[in-house]
Nanobody, 119 residues
Framework: VQLQASGGGLVQAGDSLRLSCAAS????????MGWFRQAPGKEREFVAR????????SYAGSAKGRFTISRDNAKNTVYLQMNSLRPEDTAVYYC?????????????WGQGTQVTVSS
């Protein structure tokens, strides 16, 4: 499976972005999909996850209420809608696919897309 993340960019605080992660090679419709991010000098951290059906989602505290994860299994794609962006959201965002819900073991990583939020 190859995961291709896109949609990052340079925005101002308060703006919105929608990240996409398109899977190829095989379907990820049975995989738990998630987003992580890594800021300069920091460890990679969990942002959000979505169940295989799309009915169950979970967020890090920093993302709750501002970010929305969703998926379109027909398109083999997962999305992260990010609203009310803050400078502290600046990071490289990675999508991930896993077989278990808590993403403690990730099967596949995307290549990352840079999000930069200016104040």
């Amino acid at each position: 499976v190859q995961l291709q993340a896109s949609g990052g960019g340079l925005v101002q605080a308060g703006d919105s972005l929608r990240l996409s992660c398109a899977a190829s090679g095989r379907t990820v419709s049975r995989s738990i999909m998630g987003w992580f991010r890594q800021a300069p000098g920091k460890e990679r951290e969990f942002v959000a996850r979505v169940s295989a059906s799309g009915r169950s989602t979970s967020y890090a505290g920093s993302a709750k209420g501002r970010f929305t994860i969703s998926r379109d299994n027909a398109k083999n794609t997962v999305y992260l809608q990010m609203n009310s962006l803050r400078p502290e959201d600046t990071a490289v965002y990675y999508c991930a696919a896993a077989s278990e819900y808590y993403l403690t073991t990730v099967d596949y990583w995307g290549q990352g897309t840079q999000v930069t939020v200016s104040s």
